[in-house]
């Protein structure tokens, strides 16, 4: 499992929505409990959940390797990903959002990740 990080003033629903769109996705499905609340959609092969925290630095609390600023996670799984396959998702993230994704950590098992310090800028910045 791949995690992209970023920060976007849209709301979760909008935010998924331009996903759903970007990359040719069924709707997303939304729910939410306590801290945070999120979106999900699959197709065939690819899928992605996307997870907006109710408070300002909740994703750095939870994950350390999250850069500061940012408010929006999305997970990518799909079998066989290579790296870079996620940076090319990144980098249509960081256009269609015209802001930098984080690309910053694998996910391999409990317990197991690599940390990524990979900064995706978008074309026009």
Known sequence: MEHLALYSELSLIDFCNRISVLFELPEFVFDCENETEWGESEKDYLHINVSRPYETGTLQEWDDTVPDGCNLGISITKSEIKRA??????????????????YHRTWLKPGHNIKREVIIEPNNK
């Open 85 to 102: 396959e996620i940076k090319e998702i990144g980098k249509l993230v960081a256009n269609e959002f015209n802001t930098t994704v984080y």
